[in-house]
């Protein structure tokens, strides 16, 4: 008998150990699935996330709109008969830019005037980090605006946004006030505040800030006249951008 019983607890403690076994088993197997599930959760969530941003950047730099009257990117002051091209890069946050404008735009105008000079404007948002607001994008977005609805209120409005331009490192001007200069220069007040409102131009102003990177421009102001840069001694340097010019229109035969 006792042999029998010892047979019979040996059967029973190996079937005990067989069901724990398969219990650890199947523990293992529930985990490992759902580890994989989670995986592959975590997987579809950063898929989405990735699709999305690179949706969005596609977007940013793809699909939104051109304004009208730009060429090769820029706005061009004066008649395309010149025999001198000035070209102008700047950002309506670069304090430098202001500076350059302040002292050079009325001999620039008086060289637009006489005939003798075009300047092609190539305004960009390379300064969006300069402000709490993205104001380079913001401000050159509303320029795109007033260029593409009312385009003789074009300079004037650049004009304005260099004499109005907020400091670095705070808000920039704000989106009504953008509007209200874009007014101040004659433009359509109802197209701007659509085209502010909706950022319809954000895209193009992407697109061209890159173009110029493409083109070697690292910094703003840079000056160029018939496509050699002027190394000016400072911002409001005018004696330096007049040598250039009058050289040029030497060379012209001018």
Known sequence: MASGSSTRDARQAKAAQMRAAAAKAEARRRTLLVSGVVLALVVVVVGVFVVVNTTRRDNATSSAANPANITDNAFVDGESSAPVTITVYEDFQCPYCAQ???????????????GDVKVEYHPIAFLDKASTDEYSTRSLNA??????????????????????????????LS???????????G???????????????????????????????????????????????????????????????????K
């Not at 260029?147 to 808000?171: I, K, R, T, W």
């Not at 421009?217 to 004696?239: H, Y």
């Open 100 to 114: 350059f404008e302040a002292a050079n735009r009325t001999q620039m105008a008086q060289w637009v005037k006489d």
């Open 143 to 172: 320029f795109g605006a007033v260029v593409n609805s009312s385009p003789d209120a074009a300079l004037d409005f650049h004009n304005l946004l260099f004499e109005n331009q907020p400091a670095e490192g705070g808000a920039g």
């Open 175 to 185: 989106d009504d006030q953008l509007v209200a200069y874009a007014k101040e220069a």
């Open 187 to 253: 433009a359509d007040e109802a197209a701007v505040r659509t085209a502010v409102d909706e950022a319809t131009y954000e895209g193009w102003t992407k697109r061209v800030t890159e173009a110029s990177s493409k083109a070697g421009v690292t910094g703003t102001p840079t000056i160029m006249v018939d496509g050699q840069t002027v190394n000016l001694t400072a911002a409001d340097d005018t004696a330096t951008l007049a040598t250039a010019v009058q050289n040029a229109l030497d060379a012209a035969g």
